[in-house]
């Protein structure tokens, strides 16, 4: 008799689990809020049942029994990295498609998981606990400035505030504590770390099963930010290719972190890394990653699958000497959002959506045509991701798919992410954690100007010559209708 795996997730997250589900030949269910019974997740199961909330755990468990389901997907966000959450599921005789609730308390609390990796001799940042505003001060001048302030439940670029000048982190200390409490209900502990200005972000993707295998899966590096929220992504990293001896070390920290949690399914351990090279361990990821495709693109390892085999009960079906790099893989994270207007969250209903195709391109995505987009989850609307022989290939096929894909009805940062694509900087893999905050009125200034210009292609119009100034053609057009209707560059006419 088929497997059943409730999917609590939303978006397409679930609609990639559904998809591994399927291929075991197990039956994928879904879940959905009232407000967003149109969304085309709903559609990816063989059956559908309504929750209160993505965060009301009885409400989820309960549709998890009525549909008799054997193991539970927490996807990525909402519930997926809270252990109380996982217990539960587990109590109710569903199995856990994550790391063990214990696991996920040792690796998943930011400040316990630093302990543990200073007690196992990986290299951490300099930081200290504060309890207060005067505490948190006090730290800042002791481990001198910049620091960060941070809320050990916080994630996604939430909850963490960077304090440059004296006075600053107290001021930040009640800021981050407020948006840990509004976003993951509590902040539990703050601490201040020191600040590393312009490193790279690199992250180590693990695997585990129950009898104690435990593999590394290469490492991915995810240095274009901004706000501290991902945008592009690739594996291997370009860093990593260039630096002896780096791959290495961040894949030995990240497994001995992994073996002394007993960790099993997937999680990723991610690092900064300064100019000299050196890493250091900043956190621990619980759950699946937005950005998992892109290992998966150059290991061939279907991690949703490995995450379903595990939870219902198998062995990891391979071995550490199966897993090898096969060429490059770069992911774009395409938004409901407008770079124009301060990255704001976008909403409407999508009248024109097409994929790109092509070889060594997949699209992950949870939109589609007459679907509403809503502020009020996520504003990722799909993620493309190109596959290459080597970075090169990758960087060029993920260019024409870009330059390919269509989103109309609502404004993306489509645009934005053809510029940070086409830039010589970005081809030569020479960017940190700063770079695209730094570059971004450049890289708006030459998104506007493709803007204007295929509109006034499309339009039909003369003088393209005279093409306006950066912020010149969100007043000029009506840009999410006209331009994303007609993609970018070319055809304009299509």
Known sequence: MAKRVLIAARGEVAIRVAR???????????????????????????????????????????????????????????LSESPEFAEKVLSAGISWAGPSPKAMRMLGDKTGAKQLAEKLGVPTLPWCRARSPRQAEECARRLGYPVVIKASRAGGGRGMRVARRPGEAARLYRLVSLEAELGFGGAGEVYVERYLERPRHIEVQVLGDEDGALLHLYERECSLQRRRQKVVEEAPSPLAERRRGLRERLIDYALRLAEHAGYTSAGTIEFVVDGRGEAYFIEANTRLQVEHGVTEEVTGVDMVKMQLLVAAGSRLPISQRDVRLHGWAVEARVYAEDPWAGFQASEGVVTRYREPRGPGIRVDSGIAEGVPVSSRYDTLLAKVIARGMDRGEAVARLRAALGDMVVAGVETNLDLLRAVVDSPWFADGEYDTATLEERLPELLRQAGERRALAAAIASGLRGVARLPGPRAPAAAFSTAAVVAGHGWPWPPWS
Request: charge should be negative; hydrophobic fraction near 40%; charged fraction near 25%.
């Open 20 to 78: 591994a589900a399927r291929e075991l030949g197990w039956e994928p269910v879904t879940i959905y809020e009232e407000d967003d019974r149109a969304s085309p997740h709903v559609a990816a199961g063989v059956l559908a049942l309504p929750v209160r909330s993505y965060t009301d755990p009885d409400s989820i468990i309960e549709a998890a029994v009525k549909a008799g389901a054997d193991v539970l997907h927490p996807g990525y966000g909402f």
